[in-house]
């Protein structure tokens, strides 16, 4: 969805005051947290344990820094009333992986940097097509960590941070990051691969409710009616989910699942909002449940003028404003941008290529709390129509679902990230079971929550949990393009007393193997059997008491397919 941000000629703000005190992040506690972080979340420093073996090579092309980490942002911005230029001052604390770094980078773009330092002391830099090059003035040893401090204002560009007016004709302020845009009002190291904590110190007018992640530090009045707001994330997120908005909101409070709840809308559109959003404890009880703790320290549900209708902002999920001024206002996507608190969110894509990993978990998990409401047949028409979104995609867009040639960003919001990833879960569940499928997401979660993960590192954990080689499975739904295309024929075979069904697999892109149920209707009822379908051609027998009189090709749905079935005549 398209947000209005016309565009304002408007004076510059005053100078930006310093609120970053001087010892505001504490190192000592950042050590804790990586030492913890070494046992918790083994991607984030490269210490594997036995179940992963190596680690993935990257397949997207952003060029990474290994020798270093960032693991703390603190970002102090100035709003000015009438203007859309801001002035902030980023610090960013940077670990080192190795001894000797004497030098990095940081990701920034469109606005003009008037000082940097390091550890306190001014230091030479360059800032030239979108990246700052820093020399850090000496070399640190590897785990000591370094605080660059950026000065900076300008006008945003509208990438990232959106400055404008609402569709009532009032002032806004929403950060829309994803995928990589961040780097347009912050300086980072814009990848998910680099998580971190972030603080936010925001100046604004104080008629403005400021959100962001994390939770509320403080609110404090300012001289000349203006106000500060603090907050504070604890827990490592991608800088796509670091967020502000602030805007004269509404804000009310839920209550239900011991977590705290707050829902922020413009005034006019408080009525939709409390329907929009009538269910996220409902949601939330539901995937703690399935998955584990809720990872954040509280959830902002939040009506924003942003061009994502809903984006997963770690514990401050934004929604374009559109979705709540319509005549009737839709629930969705409120269970897919709450599933991403755990998956996405906590969880994180190590390489874009890998973006399933959070959006078809989100997907997917969605249509299994709709599962909860609705029973089994919810979920079978909802995975229909994710089969038919494949299909159709597939048409113009022949490719596996990890498709390393696509490296347009956006272009990866596609329907095999989404529907795909969610069926190929689908598929995995029925393969394994419930009680082991469900015991390997919860096995997943509580490795990687915090860190990161690849495709290889959640086929490792299934298949350490259900004691079952997956690589047939993982290798045809995620490198090989389409689903199996099943020709089916069948007869009744009167001496042999068994129903014959010839299997013939039309595709081109590959053979799949799969287990399929096949049901039987006869006069004395009906019965399913599993069989495996793996060759080009395969006759399967079946056997019966008598001559059914229909036979049915997965009848639950359990196969992302396409097929066409005959009863071949006596």
């Given at each position: 969805?398209?947000?209005?941000?016309?565009?304002?000629s408007?004076?510059?703000?005053?100078?930006?005051?310093e609120?970053?005190?001087?010892?505001?992040?504490d190192?000592?506690?950042?050590e804790?947290?990586?030492?913890s972080d070494?046992?918790?979340?083994?991607?984030?420093?490269?210490?594997?344990?036995?179940?992963?073996?190596?680690?993935?090579?990257?397949?997207?092309?952003?060029?990474?820094q290994?020798?270093?980490?960032?693991v703390?942002?603190?970002?102090?911005l100035?709003?000015?009333?009438?203007?859309?230029?801001?002035?902030?001052?980023?610090?960013?604390?940077?670990?080192?992986r190795q001894?000797?770094?004497?030098?990095?980078r940081?990701?920034?773009?469109?606005?003009?940097?008037?000082?940097?330092?390091?550890?306190g002391?001014?230091?030479?830099?360059?800032?030239?097509?979108?990246?700052i090059s820093?020399?850090?003035g000496?070399?640190y040893?590897e785990?000591?960590?370094?605080?660059?401090?950026?000065?900076?204002?300008g006008?945003?560009?509208?990438?990232g941070?959106?400055?404008?007016?609402?569709?009532?004709?009032r002032?806004?302020?929403?950060?829309?990051?994803?995928?990589?845009?961040?780097?347009?009002?912050?300086?980072?190291?814009?990848?998910?691969?680099?998580k971190?904590?972030?603080?936010?110190s925001?100046?604004?007018?104080e008629?403005?409710?400021?959100?962001?992640?994390g939770?509320?530090?403080?609110?404090r009045?300012?001289l000349?009616?203006?106000?500060l707001?603090r907050?504070?994330?604890?827990?490592p997120?991608?800088?796509y989910?670091?967020?502000?908005?602030?805007?004269?909101?509404?804000?009310?409070?839920?209550?239900?699942?011991?977590?705290?709840l707050?829902?922020?809308?413009?005034?006019?559109?408080?009525?939709?909002?409390a329907?929009?959003f009538?269910?996220t404890?409902?949601v939330?009880?539901?995937l703690?449940?399935?998955i584990?703790p809720?990872?954040y320290?509280?959830?902002?549900?939040?009506?924003?003028t942003?061009?994502?209708?809903?984006?997963?902002?770690s514990?401050?999920?934004?929604?374009a404003e559109q979705?709540?001024?319509?005549?009737?206002?839709?629930?969705?996507?409120?269970?897919h941008?709450?599933?991403?608190?755990?998956?996405?969110?906590?969880?994180?894509?190590?390489?874009?290529?890998?973006?399933?990993?959070?959006?078809?978990?989100?997907?997917?998990?969605?249509?299994l709390?709709?599962?909860y409401?609705?029973?089994?047949e919810?979920?079978?028409?909802?995975?229909?129509?994710?089969?038919?979104?494949?299909?159709?995609?597939?048409?113009k867009?022949?490719?596996?679902?990890?498709?390393?040639?696509?490296?347009?960003?956006m272009?990866?919001?596609?329907?095999?990230?989404?529907?795909?990833?969610?069926?190929?879960?689908?598929?995995?569940?029925?393969v394994?079971?419930?009680?082991?499928?469900?015991?390997?997401?919860?096995?997943?979660?509580?490795?990687?929550?915090?860190?990161?993960?690849?495709?290889e590192?959640?086929?490792?954990v299934?298949?350490s949990?259900?004691?079952t080689?997956?690589?047939?499975?993982?290798?045809?739904?995620?490198?090989?393009?389409?689903?199996?295309?099943?020709?089916?024929?069948?007869?009744?075979?009167?001496?042999?007393r068994?129903?014959?069904?010839?299997?013939?697999?039309?595709q081109?892109?590959?053979?799949?193997?799969?287990?399929?149920?096949?049901?039987?209707s006869?006069a004395?009822?009906r019965?399913v059997?599993?069989?495996?379908v793996?060759?080009?051609?395969q006759?399967?027998?079946?056997?019966?008491?008598?001559?059914?009189?229909?036979?049915?090709?997965d009848?639950?749905?359990?196969?992302?397919k396409?097929?066409q079935v005959?009863?071949e005549?006596?």
């Open positions: 969805m398209k947000a209005n941000l016309p565009g304002q408007q004076p510059e703000p005053r100078a930006l005051r609120v970053l005190p001087a010892n505001h992040f190192h000592r506690t950042a804790v947290r990586l030492e070494r046992l918790r979340h083994p991607m984030r420093l490269r210490l594997v344990p036995l179940l992963l073996f190596t680690l993935p090579a990257w397949a997207d092309t952003y060029r990474r290994p020798e270093v980490d960032v703390h942002y603190e970002i102090a100035q709003f000015t009333e009438g203007s859309e230029t801001i002035a902030g001052v980023t610090r960013v604390h940077v670990m080192m001894a000797g770094v004497s030098q990095m940081l990701d920034f773009e469109n606005m003009t940097v008037e000082a940097l330092k390091v550890d002391k001014e230091r030479p830099f360059t800032h030239r097509n979108g990246q820093i020399g850090l000496r070399s040893n785990h000591e960590i370094a605080v660059v401090e950026v000065r900076y204002r006008r945003p560009d509208g990438k941070l959106l400055i404008g007016k609402n569709n009532y004709n002032n806004v302020y929403f950060a829309e990051n994803w995928p990589d845009r961040a780097h347009h009002w912050f300086p980072s190291i814009d990848h998910p691969y680099d971190a904590t972030v603080e936010f925001i100046t604004a007018p008629k403005y409710d400021v959100v962001a992640n939770r509320l530090v403080e609110t009045s300012l000349e009616g203006r106000k707001t907050w504070s994330e604890s827990v997120i991608p800088t989910c670091m967020v502000i908005g602030a805007a004269e909101f509404s804000v009310t409070h839920g209550a239900g699942t011991g977590i705290p707050s829902f922020y809308a413009y005034p006019q559109d408080a009525a939709a909002a329907s929009r009538a269910r404890s409902s939330l009880e539901y703690i449940h399935r584990g809720y990872p320290e509280k959830l902002a549900q939040v009506q924003s942003t061009k994502i209708g809903g984006m997963e902002n514990s401050a999920i934004f929604y979705g709540f001024q319509q005549p009737k206002v839709s629930e969705d996507p409120v269970p941008e709450i599933a991403h608190q755990w998956f996405g969110d906590s969880v994180t894509e190590t390489d874009w290529d890998h973006l399933w990993i959070s959006e078809g978990f989100a997907t997917y998990f969605s249509a709390f709709y599962e409401l609705g029973g089994a919810s979920m079978k028409r909802i995975m229909a129509g994710a089969a038919e979104a494949v299909q159709q995609y597939h048409k867009h022949p490719a596996a679902l990890i498709d390393s040639g696509q490296t347009d960003l272009k990866k919001l596609n329907p095999f990230n989404y529907q795909k990833g969610a069926w190929v879960l689908h598929m995995l569940r029925k394994l079971g419930d009680e082991v499928f469900f015991a390997g997401i919860r096995r997943y979660y509580s490795l990687y929550a915090g860190g990161n993960a690849s495709t590192d959640f086929q490792k299934m298949e949990v259900s004691g080689l997956l690589a047939t499975f993982f290798r045809q739904w995620f490198y090989q393009p389409g689903w199996p295309d099943y020709r089916v024929s069948w007869r009744w075979d009167g001496a042999a068994a129903a014959e069904l010839r299997f013939h697999q039309a081109t892109t590959g053979l799949f193997d799969m287990p399929l149920e096949i049901a039987l006869a004395n009822g019965e059997r599993t069989v495996r793996h060759e080009q051609d006759v399967v027998r079946i056997p019966s008491d008598q001559p059914p009189s229909s036979v049915e090709i009848p639950d749905g359990w196969v992302l396409s097929l005959s009863a005549k006596p």
